[in-house]
């Protein structure tokens, strides 16, 4: 049985989602935050099983993208 106060909604998960490098991507803070870790638990936990992931699964930005990102969007200050 699926526990109806998990579910997250489309636009909450909608809204997490940003336009770097041409690529459809969420940043780790959110994608923490829906899962219910930290953001650190959430990339040790990636690190741990680099294997088990795609090599284009996750990237650093460079300072511009952050920068561009953080303008874009304010709930990232």
Do not use: H
Not at 37 to 45: D, E, F, G, I, R
């Amino acid at each position: 049985m699926i526990n109806k106060t998990a579910i997250v909604p489309i636009e909450t998960i909608k809204q997490a989602i940003s336009l770097i490098r041409g690529q459809r991507v969420m940043i780790d803070s959110d994608l923490a935050e829906l899962y219910g870790v930290s953001t650190k638990a959430l990339n040790q936990a990636v690190k741990r099983n680099e294997q088990r992931f795609p090599p284009d699964f996750a990237f650093s930005l460079t300072r511009e993208e952050k920068d561009q990102l953080v303008t874009n969007c304010d709930r990232l200050r």
